[in-house]
């Protein structure tokens, strides 16, 4: 059965036909031409689709296509104003990937956890439940970042890049 | 030839492709035809490990709308003589599960799918046999190993010189089904436009897949155009021709439509290949100063019923360590699975992960610090070709990386370093990996006034190749990299080998130099002038033994209440050549080493015995290393430069990273809790029982 959705994707309106059974992600890829979310698994497993959904990280391919109607999707090509967004330097600065693609997912997963821990959204390891304000230390970028696999293994450079931005925003001393 | 002028070569240069890769906009092999109408396939695979298809009702599947084509082994186009692996949908035999019995057509993804499902198909079959032990009755000895190495080795009397040895071990060790699992899954576009074929295909390099596809579908290298600039990750398993590839060009040609072909993460793990299982006995003799007398490394692997491969898993015994007496076999059971394929160091890294292991379990039957063991048994010249080195520092390795982790001092008793709840310990493991050229061209052609086009149908699966190369041209033309324009990864480009190997850097490189030599001295017409180089293996080859060379580090901490083991630090110290990019070789040995660390803790893939498929089958069960799994990671290397083996100097740094990691792992476990753990993964469990 196939629906009529509107999504504003990366600051755009578009309009699509879907299939009942299409994953946001392959509205992207497959009727939107959009590609910088990317499909690792379709299982929510590998973390390479991760758009923010109305300013969430979610993993695309877990999304049904019709229920993000009238939605807000930005992927890593969304982050970018003007010129590249600064996890886009940074990661390219650090070599935070090899093949690239898990990148846009990372970015966009990265720049969800940026937010979440402006908001003092707390992870599995994080200390102080309840303080003010949460240290995105390497070891909660580590626990925040761990749904977002890189077979090429570059975990080691995408902390630094994280990590720099995080001391840009003041969520880092 | 020219020589490098080290303006580029050497220096940090980011990935030029890095700015459309961190946005997304750099298209793999999939993200091609966006607005061609393109339609889908989504395969059918078999439920059953060995038989027959004795009907297929495709029936429901063509009446479901949207429906363009089922494509089955009674009417799919018949294929060239193509190997037997690569006969897919040509007949009714079925030979592992998960075997493609037909491909379904359709105008969009989720119909395609959709129909797949009501496909039905019955067979006649039989008991998978898919469990490999050492006392199979069935094991045979290949002819030869992949890339051409002698299925066994014998110099001396072994079985006298380890019965005489005063201090001996005898151990086996044994590695699981691995799977590549590059997170871009294998695809193909495929259209055919008139007589040509035209594909966008995620591999490691175009040339590789030419004789197969032109045999498959009766065409001329011409008649074929395949292009892949760029590949999410291979780590071998996109080195070869698979079916899906064939299926995509039977399903382009059947419709007449642009199709896409994606593979499912789980069909990953049947249709692109897999790393053999192992069972490696090692047994080592020595002296009670820790020379070592007499060395046996035999492996018994698998393979499967429709392809020979057969996995040169102790060839790096043959040249570690010097010894007089010195044996190593490999034993073959053909098993109903999906034919194995090359993953990342075939060979080196199961059979090194053993060795390693075992010269560990020697040092401590002689209390002789590890590191000091092997500085003791270093050979002057290839024990076994016995031939020179051209430039081996392993022990200078050991010796930098024994100072970089702070290793003096180490208490050799397992199991007495507490922190809280953890048990901790260091471990060491050397690691080897051989420098090869492949033959390649490359052409450039130079243009006043504008960049140097420079060809060659090189591949970049996230190396930082096509970085490299622009540097290396750069270098060779004198220029600044600007005014290089690096055209790879296209069938209609000079012919170059694949990215495999670790041979991208000593093969293509040296092409590029030779082409830029012919420039030399020329004039440039104002019409442009274009020439080509070449290159390939030559006496170095039989001459001299070129190996890389590095020493693995490694901490280990272990929960004593839950059995969690994790990897706080690592340090790598590699002797691998000229380094032509710092930062991408950096991420090259990185990457490697935290696979092997992956390797020691989380990676295999269970066979089920008695349905005969791969159980887990998918990255919520096959688990690879995640951010958290991750510690320090200190990555260094010595500046080594081998212009005997090639005129760049250079090694190949894409494998070695992960050769001796998962054995740095393993024994630093031992040491932290006195468990010798010899079947991978180590996984929590494995200190309880």
Redesign the interface.
């Known amino acids: 059965m196939d629906r009529e959705i509107t999504l504003e994707v990366d600051g755009a309106g578009r309009a699509s036909t879907v ?1 009942t ?2 994953s946001l992600l ?1 509205a992207l ?2 009727r939107l ?1 959009v ?9 929510g ?2 973390g ?1 689709c991760t758009v923010l959904l109305d300013g969430r990280r979610v993993n695309s391919c877990l999304v049904l296509a019709v229920t993000a109607d009238g939605a807000q999707v930005t ?3 969304g982050l ?1 104003g003007e010129g ?1 967004h600064r ?2 330097e940074t ?3 650090h ?1 935070a ?8 997912g990372q ?1 966009a997963s990265a720049a969800g956890v940026l937010a979440e821990v402006a908001q003092g959204w707390p992870s599995a390891v994080t200390e102080d439940l309840v303080a003010e304000r949460t240290e995105l230390t390497d070891a909660e ?3 925040r ?15 630094p890049a994280i990590a720099e931005v995080a001391v840009e925003q003041g969520v880092r001393a | 030839m020219t020589a490098t002028t080290e303006r580029a070569v050497g220096s940090d240069v ?2 030029l ?3 459309d ?8 092999a ?2 091609h035809e ?2 061609a109408q393109a339609v ?1 396939v989504a395969l059918v695979q078999s439920t059953v490990a060995r038989g027959r298809i004795t009907a297929i009702d495709s029936a429901a599947a063509t009446a479901v709308p949207g429906v363009l084509a089922v494509l089955t082994h009674e009417d799919a186009p018949r294929l060239g003589d193509v190997v037997e692996e690569l006969r897919v949908l040509q007949g009714p035999q079925v030979q592992y599960v998960g075997e493609p019995v037909a491909a379904v057509v359709a105008e ?4 395609a799918r ?1 129909a797949a499902a009501r496909v039905q198909v019955t067979y006649e079959s039989g008991a998978p046999d898919v469990v490999l032990t050492a006392d199979r009755t069935d094991l045979y000895a290949p002819e030869q190993l992949m890339a051409g190495f002698e299925t066994d080795s014998v110099i001396g009397d072994v079985d006298t010189a380890l019965a005489a040895a005063p201090v001996s071990v005898d151990v086996t060790y044994t590695t699981p089904v691995q799977h590549n ?5 294998h695809a193909t576009v495929a259209r055919w436009d008139g007589d040509v074929l035209r594909m966008w295909d995620a591999n490691q390099g175009p040339h590789n897949l030419v004789p197969v596809i032109t045999e498959a579908f009766g065409i001329t290298a011409d008649q074929l155009h395949i292009t892949s600039p ?6 071998g398993s996109k080195a070869f021709t698979h079916v899906h590839q064939l299926i995509a060009g039977m399903a382009a040609k059947v419709t007449g439509r642009t199709v896409k072909v ?1 593979l ?2 789980q069909q990953m793990f049947t249709l692109v290949g897999h790393r053999t299982p192992t069972i490696q006995r090692l047994r080592l003799g020595a002296q009670p100063d820790g020379t070592l007398t007499a060395i046996s490394h035999e492996v018994v692997e698998h393979t499967s019923q429709n392809a020979e491969f057969a996995e040169q898993t102790a060839t790096a015994t043959r040249l570690m360590y010097a010894a007089p007496a010195r044996r190593t076999t490999h034993r073959l059971a053909r098993l109903d699975v999906p034919p194995p394929t090359i993953m990342r160091a075939p060979g080196e890294t199961p059979g090194m992960y053993a060795l390693e292991s075992a010269v560990d379990e020697l040092a401590v039957e002689l209390g002789i610090d590890p590191v000091e063991l092997r500085l003791r048994n270093e050979p002057a010249r290839d024990p076994e070709r016995d031939v020179p080195w051209s430039t081996r520092n392993l022990v200078a390795c050991l010796t930098e990386g024994a100072q970089r982790f702070g290793w003096a001092g180490r208490d050799p008793r397992p199991g007495v370093r507490e922190d809280g709840r953890w048990l901790v310990g260091t471990g060491v493991a050397a690691a080897t990996y051989p420098t090869r050229r492949r033959p390649s061209e490359a052409r450039i052609q130079a243009v006043p006034g504008q960049p140097y086009v420079v060809s060659i149908d090189a591949s970049d ?4 190749a096509r970085t490299a190369l622009t540097q290396i041209a750069a270098d060779a033309l004198r220029v600044p990299l600007d005014q290089v324009d690096l055209r790879i990864a296209d069938s209609r480009l000079p012919k170059a080998s694949g990215a495999g190997g670790s041979t991208g850097i000593t093969s293509w490189g040296p092409a590029i130099l030779a082409a830029a030599d012919e420039l030399r001295d020329r004039e440039v017409p104002p019409g442009g002038l274009t020439v080509t180089g070449s290159s390939g293996p030559g006496e170095e080859a039989e001459q001299l033994s070129s190996h890389a060379f590095g020493a693995h580090f490694a901490e280990v901490r272990v929960d004593r209440d839950s059995g969690e083991v994790r990897v706080p630090r690592m340090t790598g110290v590699f002797a691998a050549g000229r380094i032509i990019n710092p ?2 070789a ?3 040995f ?2 490697g ?3 092997g660390l ?1 390797m020691a803790l989380h990676e295999q893939t269970v066979l089920d015995a008695g349905r005969g498929h791969f159980a887990n089958h ?3 069960e096959y688990h ?7 510690g ?2 200190d990555i260094h290397w010595l500046d080594e430069v081998d212009e005997a083996h090639n005129p760049l100097g250079a090694k190949g740094i894409g494998e070695i990273g992960i050769v001796g990691a998962a054995a740095a792992i393993g024994n630093a476990y031992w040491h932290a809790t006195g468990r010798r753990v010899r079947d991978l993964p180590i996984t929590p469990d494995r200190y309880f029982g």
């Open positions: 299939d059974r299409t392959d890829r497959e031409g590609t910088s979310a990317k499909k690792g698994c379709d299982h497993q590998c390479a992927t890593s090509d970018a590249p996890l886009h990661f390219v600065d070599d990937y090899q093949c690239g693609y898990c990148t846009p970015i970028i580590r626990e970042m761990s749904g977002n696999l890189c077979r090429c293994a570059a975990y080691a450079n995408i902390v | 980011r990935r492709e890095g700015p890769k961190v946005r997304g906009r750099a298209p793999y999939y993200e966006l607005g889908f969009t993804s989720e119909v959709d699992n590059p997170i871009e899954m760029h590949v999410g990750g291979a780590f994606e499912t993460r699966i996230g190396t930082g930062v991408t950096r991420s090259q990185l990457g080493m935290t696979m992956s998918d990255l919520a690879v290393a995640a951010h958290a799994d991750v320090a990671m």
